[in-house]
């Protein structure tokens, strides 16, 4: 741990030292072309670009996060191989089921329902916030309701979610170039069954464990949570896949 | 921090294309190098729609600075021809 709050350290003082350092070179520059050097206008000009920089490499710097990605990775793989031994011991086969908020007693999350059903489950009101839950009015019908990366993901988005194509590139790309820094883009086309994601570059990888075979990778289980937000209904995933550097995943709504 | 370091590479490097190019072309009115940093830095920012909630403000408040320095030189392009 120690050595991770020197990387955070390290990284903030990147920035606030380039900034500084360009502040005390471009008062220099301003300073020597002034008084020294009258003549050379784009000199001083350089030392006012300088400063410019100065001033927006400090105000960046004020806002890196205090939490490496290294650390959030750490708790996010932590927490994954707990559900994971869960689901494991149960024997659990069924694939999550991504539901809204409003299905899930106010904040998103994924049912995995106990039983393999050929048919996807039908959740019609609300379930209780609690692990085990009855979604239906069959015997059969109970599941774990658990708590994805996507569900906190869902909760940073500071923009509301539209259910179309366009706006949910625009949400997911705020997400996952902006806020997470985890792609470098987007892009979002409809298929037959659904939608089609694909992630450009993205920087969380898929490890091929165990428990991401059960769970969906982190990547697939975020990019669902959000749409199941986005269109209020319950979703799956298809199908998740690499292509070279683009990641593909394929999202259902449940009928 | 990736989008950070890409937006900052494009604002030094546009920065520095404009110092070049001004330079070139003779210019030797400083109101017209920071006038022309100040509306290249605004307009970048704008552009760069995906940063946080946080990293905005704190560049609304470096954009308010440099739009204040901007007033300054008017108010003295103002005061001269009055003058």
């Known amino acids: 741990m120690q ?14 030292w380039t900034g500084l350092g360009l502040l005390v070179s471009g008062v220099i520059l301003v300073l020597v072309s002034l008084l020294v050097l009258s ?15 100065a001033f927006i490499f400090l105000a960046l710097a004020r806002t890196i996060p205090r939490v490496t990605p290294e650390v959030s990775m750490l708790l996010l793989e932590t927490g994954i191989d707990n559900i994971a031994t869960v689901v494991e011991e149960l024997g659990i086969k069924s694939k999550p089921v991504y539901l809204p908020s409003s299905l899930a007693g106010g904040k998103a999350q994924a049912l995995i329902p106990l039983h393999t059903n050929p048919s996807l489950p039908r959740i019609t009101s609300a379930l209780p916030r609690r692990f085990i839950v009855r979604y239906g009015s069959g015997p059969d019908d109970v599941g774990l309701l658990i708590t994805t990366a996507g569900t906190v993901a869902v909760s940073i988005l500071e923009s509301p979610m539209g259910p179309t194509v366009t706006q949910l590139e625009s949400t997911l790309a705020s997400l996952f170039v902006g806020k997470l820094g985890a792609a470098d883009r987007i892009g979002i086309s409809n298929i037959e069954t659904g939608i089609r994601v694909e992630v450009r570059n993205p920087r969380i990888q898929s490890t091929g ?19 199941a937000e986005a269109w209020e209904r319950p979703v799956v995933v298809t199908k998740e896949e690499q292509y070279g550097k683009t990641y593909v995943v394929e999202i259902e709504a449940v009928a | 921090m990736k989008i950070y370091n890409s937006y900052l590479l494009f604002v030094a490097g546009l920065l520095l294309l404009t110092t070049v190019i001004l330079a070139a072309c003779n210019v030797d009115s400083l109101d017209v190098y920071y006038t022309l940093y100040v509306v290249e830095a605004l307009i970048v920012t704008e552009l760069y729609v995906y940063f946080s909630s946080r990293a905005r403000r704190s560049l609304t408040v470096v954009g308010t600075l440099l739009f204040a320095g901007f007033l300054v030189i008017v108010a003295s392009a103002v005061l001269k021809i009055v003058v």
């Open chain 1, 39 to 53: 003549s050379l206008v784009w000199l001083t000009a350089l030392g006012i670009a300088a400063l410019i920089l």
């Open chain 1, 3 to 16: 050595e991770t709050g020197d990387r955070i350290r390290t990284d903030r003082n990147v920035y606030t």
């Open chain 1, 209 to 227: 464990a165990w428990s991401h075979q059960c769970l969906d990778s982190s990547l697939a289980s975020i990019i669902a949570t959000v749409v």
